[in-house]
Structures are given as structure tokens and as C-alpha cells.
């Protein structure tokens, strides 16, 4: 059987890896409809060596379709999202209009698959910071509790889309080559102060909110509690942009509830869904941004009990925030929909 697939942001970072992810996993997509905004209508895409046409995304262009993947930002979702529930379509949805909502699954399928089947024709992916540590606490959380989480993010401009990383590359190399640069996208384009990224770590992702965190921060917050079914977990963040262009990078540090064995975490780590353990000091292996761009799983390393904390563990989690942290994930929660049908 096939399925009819509509990409909602089709011509940015994350609609354009959608699609080389359909293409990569074969899914078994009928017809494909590539929806952006007018300004792109009319442009040509490739799947599987056939050209597609950009259509702009509105409410008709959803007639028939099975599954419909928006990546083009909330406001889109919030208005074209129901418009495809409407016609039939299951929306998987990266963006963060609906994760919150009680009633919308938020899913990431190695962690909580049994939510899928409660859906009411949205699917929510987490916020790519928050999957990817989740599929890394996932095993740990089973076997031994998680009583607090402290987390410090390295994170890479694709998070911010096309435009933040054609800002990094065009800083990078206007300032090596001594020219006048003007910083318009990073942190948060629709501020009026805007920071150099090239060369720089900048401590702010999205908007602050009135308690000193940023909105960054409070998903991870709120999206890992409710992905965890667990209220009682505590859970400090700090989200910082580096100039990386694909791969987030975290600093995980956990008190369990129960006591652990570390080589018996390590060993839940290295067996665990969607996880590879890199960990291995003394041939300097552990996860790296740039070895985890283009792949689906989560990096693990730097396993390490704390020295003060009896039930302290620290790691370093790493993965391709553009792939497991959005494209792939959304097309995983396809693939499992298709499979359990
Ligand atoms: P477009 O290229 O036509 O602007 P990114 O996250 O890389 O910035 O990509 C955002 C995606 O969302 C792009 O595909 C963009 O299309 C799309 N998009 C932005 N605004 C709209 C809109 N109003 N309607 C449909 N798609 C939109």
C-alpha cells in the first residue's frame, strides 16, 4: 500500500531533509505535494530522480493526502494543520504549536510509541534538544528513576533554519576576510538586537519568558516531563547557540532514584533503541557534532559517575538536530503508523 504525502515547508532546513529522508528510507509514499509559501511555488525538487513543483500551502492542496509533515514554522501549523485533519490527512507536526496541548501525542518512537495510537489527527514532534536527550535517558529512566535532570546545550544554527545557517557561513567568512559583518537572523529573527554568531557561544534560543528562561529551555523542560509521563522529575536547562552548522551537542548530568552499577548503565545505554555509545578515552572516541550530522541515532560518551553525588551520572548526548531531532523523527512516527496499521 502507499500513502499520500504532503511536506509542509518543503524548501527549508528541515522539509528539505524530509524529503531526502522518505527518499533514503523508501517509504512508500503514492503521490508527494510540496507545499511552501507562495514565494517559493513553482520551484523544482527531486525525489528519487523525479522533479517536483512546489505549490504554495493552503487548505485544498491537502484533499487526499494520508500524512502531512509541517516544518514551516508555528503560525503555519496553527492555521493549516487543522484544515488538514480536516480532509482526512494525519498531521505529524515539528513545530511547537500543539506539543502541550493534553490531547496531542508527543512522540518520539523509541521512548513512547504507545502514545501514537491516541491521536486525534496531530502528532507532535518534541523540540529537537529534548528528543535527543530523551532517547538517551530512556533506558536509564526504565531501569533506575530519574529524580533531576541539569542539562547545558551546545546547539547548531540549522535549529534555526536555512537563513541562520547561510548567517554563519557568510560571517565566517567575511571576518576572515576582514570585512564589516551584519547580524540579522541569530538569535532570534524577529528581535530587533540580533549577535554575531561566527567565532562566538550565544546563550539564548527563542525568547526569554518572564521566569529567566528561555523558550528553548522551557521545552525542554516541559516536552521531557511530558514525554516521560512523569510531573515529579526536576529539570534545569541552559540552551546555548554555537557556531556548528549540523549536530546538537548536550552536557547531560542525572541523579537517579534508585542506585546504578555503571557498567550495567553502560550497558543499558549501548543496547538501548536509537542509541550508540562512543566512549572510549583512551582513543579519544567520544560523540562529535560533526560525526553524528547525517546519521538517524543518538550519540553517547563520556559515561561517567559524578564524584560527590553517589547517583550522579554524567554524559555527553550528541545528535544530527536536523535529522533524529525533526526529519527523521517525524517520518519515524510515519513508519511506525504504517507498520502497526
Ligand atoms: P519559503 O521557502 O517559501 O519561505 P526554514 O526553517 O529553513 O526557515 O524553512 C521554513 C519553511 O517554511 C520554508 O519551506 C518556507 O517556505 C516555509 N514557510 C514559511 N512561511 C510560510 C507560509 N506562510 N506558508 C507556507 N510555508 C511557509
Same mark, same amino acid.
Given at each position: 500500500e502507499r500513502y499520500n504525502v504532503a511536506v509542509v515547508g518543503a524548501t527549508g532546513a528541515v522539509g528539505q531533509k524530509i524529503i531526502e529522508t522518505l527518499e533514503k528510507r523508501d517509504f512508500p509514499v503514492g503521490e508527494l505535494r510540496l507545499l511552501a509559501s507562495a514565494?517559493?511555488?513553482? #520551484? #523544482?525538487?527531486?525525489?528519487?530522480? #523525479?522533479t517536483y513543483t512546489v505549490q504554495e500551502a493552503v487548505p485544498e492542496a491537502f484533499?487526499?493526502?494520508?500524512f502531512a509533515l509541517f516544518s514551516a514554522g508555528g503560525s503555519v501549523s496553527e492555521k493549516l494543520a487543522p484544515a488538514a485533519v480536516e480532509r482526512g490527512a494525519v498531521v505529524i507536526d515539528n513545530?511547537?504549536?500543539f506539543r502541550m496541548l493534553p490531547e496531542v501525542p508527543l512522540v518520539v518512537p523509541e521512548v513512547n510509541p504507545h502514545k501514537i495510537s491516541e491521536h486525534r489527527g496531530i502528532i507532535a514532534n518534541p523540540n529537537c534538544s529534548t528528543i535527543q536527550m530523551v532517547v538517551?535517558?530512556?533506558?536509564?529512566?526504565?531501569?533506575?528513576?530519574?529524580?533531576?535532570i541539569i542539562v547545558s546545550t551546545y546547539q547548531a544554527v540549522s535549529g534555526s533554519?536555512?537563513?541562520?545557517?547561510?548567517?554563519?557561513k557568510e560571517q565566517t567568512?567575511?571576518?576572515?576576510?576582514?570585512?564589516?559583518?551584519?547580524?540579522?537572523?541569530l538569535p532570534v529573527k524577529s528581535l530587533p538586537r540580533h549577535h554575531q554568531i561566527a567565532f562566538n557561544a550565544i546563550p539564548q534560543i527563542d525568547v526569554f519568558e518572564e521566569n529567566g528562561f528561555s523558550r528553548e529551555e522551557m521545552k525542554m523542560i516541559n516536552e521531557t516531563r511530558k514525554i516521560l509521563g512523569d510531573d515529579k522529575i526536576q529539570i534545569t536547562t541552559t540552551c546555548v547557540r554555537i557556531?556548528?552548522?549540523?549536530?546538537? =551537542?548536550? =552536557?547531560?548530568?542525572?541523579?537517579?532514584?534508585?542506585?546504578?552499577?555503571?557498567?550495567?548503565?553502560?550497558?543499558?545505554?549501548?543496547?538501548?533503541?536509537g542509541v550508540v555509545v562512543v566512549d572510549d578515552l583512551k582513543e579519544q572516541e567520544y560523540p562529535m557534532a560533526i560525526s553524528a550530522e547525517g546519521r538517524f541515532e543518538t550519540f553517547v560518551g563520556r559515561i561517567r559517575r559524578d564524584l560527590f553525588?553517589?547517583?550522579g551520572l554524567n554524559m555527553w548526548v550528541v545528535s544530527d538536530n536536523v535529522l533524529k531531532g525533526a526529519a527523521w523523527n517525524a517520518v519515524q512516527i510515519a513508519e511506525y503508523m504504517v507498520k502497526t496499521r
Open positions: 514565494r517559493s511555488a513553482g #520551484q #523544482q525538487v527531486t525525489f528519487k530522480g #523525479q484533499e487526499g493526502i494520508d513545530t511547537n504549536a538517551a535517558l530512556k533506558p536509564l529512566y526504565d531501569a533506575y528513576g530519574i529524580e533531576r533554519g536555512q537563513a541562520a545557517i547561510d548567517e554563519l567568512w567575511k571576518i576572515l576576510n576582514n570585512e564589516p559583518i551584519e547580524p540579522k537572523v557556531p556548528v552548522f549540523y549536530g546538537h =551537542s548536550e =552536557s547531560v548530568y542525572i541523579e537517579t532514584e534508585k542506585s546504578f552499577d555503571m557498567e550495567e548503565a553502560r550497558s543499558l545505554l549501548a543496547s538501548a533503541p553525588h553517589p547517583r
